[in-house]
Every structure is written in C-alpha cells, then in structure tokens.
C-alpha cells in the first residue's frame, strides 16, 4: 500500500510561483512513476505531468509546457511540482498520483489534494 500526502498549495498572485511536494511512505517509491494531476470546479480532472520510476523522462501537459517542472528525490521519497508563471486558470485541486507511467496514465494511488488558487 502507499500513501501519498501532498503539500505546498496555497493562495498566489498571477504571475506568481508555487512548489508542491508529495511525500510518499513506504519503500517502494522508486518503484512507482509519479504523476500530478488536477481537478478545477465543474470540470474533469486532467493530467499535469509525470515522471518516470528514475527521473530521466517526463511528460507535460501542453497548458504547462515552459512553466511547471516536475522531479523526484528518490532518496527522500518525494515527488515535487514548480509552478511557475502562474494563471488564474491554474486554480484547481492538485493531486499526486502513482503507479502510473509517466506517459500521464493514471495509477491506483492517490493523495488527498492540495488546494492551489491563483488570483488574477
């Protein structure tokens, strides 16, 4: 089983940058690709972007391409999402993910979401 506890969310101006952290417990982390998800009011959750078990290949959804990175400290059981140029659009529930791939396909894992809102 794994549990994932994400972190980090808050309240930014446009324009403005966030960095979300996922801890995961357990000793398979680096077992997993790593995924970050969101889910805004009255809409279906969507892909933002994924990581693979090592780090070295990563997938970005074409709306963050150039503003949000994604990494992983294996080390630390962590996975991380940097926000950066932030969008009134970006305001969602984030949610980490794993035992996907890092293609963006959904795992079975989920943590509790972590409120991001971005005021324009």
């Known amino acids: 089983q794994v549990q994932l506890v994400e972190s980090g969310g808050g309240l930014v101006q446009a324009g403005g940058s966030l960095r979300l952290s996922c801890a995961s417990s357990?000793?398979?982390?680096?077992?997993?690709?790593m995924g970050w998800f969101r889910q805004a009011p009255g809409k279906e959750r969507e892909i933002v972007a994924a990581?693979?078990?090592?780090?070295?290949?990563?997938y970005y959804a074409d709306f963050v391409k150039g503003r949000f990175t994604i990494s992983r400290d294996n080390a630390k059981n962590t996975v991380y999402l940097q926000m950066n140029s932030l969008k009134p659009e970006d305001t969602a529930v984030y949610y980490c993910n794993a035992g996907g791939n890092y293609l963006g396909v959904e795992g079975d894992y989920w943590g509790q979401g972590t409120q991001v809102t971005v005021s324009s």
């Open positions: 990581i693979s078990r090592s780090g070295a290949s990563a």
């Open positions: 357990g000793r398979t982390f680096s077992s997993y690709a």
